[in-house]
């Protein structure tokens, strides 16, 4: 397993957190230039009945608390789901200078699927690194998303 695999992998045990509580399961890890996991955070927005709950959100607020500052400009994050505007925005304002995720999201992706954020004419350009544990992350969400179907 390569080091992007094994933070992609604890994302993915953070996904099935959220999975395990109804919510849709995706989990994500932000990761210090020192190797520390700075960050986690998972979907609450069921349990918290609040649109901002998403996994990126939570970890990134977690990681600026652990730092003591705003700015994750040394620091990758590791989502299970292709980023959202708002967490994509997030993501440029924390200053992340690179994201991998696992699943595209074409819905509501916004780091290529729909459009890429970053590509825009902001101050900051994350590097970006898609389809990482992609098969896992992919089939999490499908046998969620069926489970809801049947419900």
């Known amino acids: 397993m390569t080091e992007h695999e094994g933070y992609m992998a604890r994302a993915l045990e953070l996904a099935q957190e959220a999975l395990a509580e109804g919510e849709v399961p995706v989990g994500c890890v932000i ?20 649109a901002l709950g998403h996994a990126e959100l939570e970890a990134i607020s977690m990681a600026c608390k652990t730092l003591g500052g705003w700015r994750l400009h040394r620091a990758k994050l590791y989502v299970t789901l292709e980023p959202c505007p708002m967490c ?13 995720y696992g699943a595209k999201d074409e819905s509501m ?3 290529g699927s729909v459009l890429n954020l970053f590509e825009e004419d902001f101050g900051h350009h994350p590097r970006l690194y898609g389809c990482i544990l992609e098969e896992k992350c992919v089939q999490l969400l499908q046998d969620f998303f069926a489970k809801m179907r049947k419900k």
């Open 31 to 50: 990761v210090w230039e020192d190797g520390r996991i700075v960050g986690e955070g998972r979907n609450r927005r069921e349990a918290e009945g609040d």
């Open 88 to 100: 994509a925005g997030a993501i440029l304002n924390a200053r992340i200078p690179a994201v991998y």
């Open 109 to 111: 992706g916004s780091c």
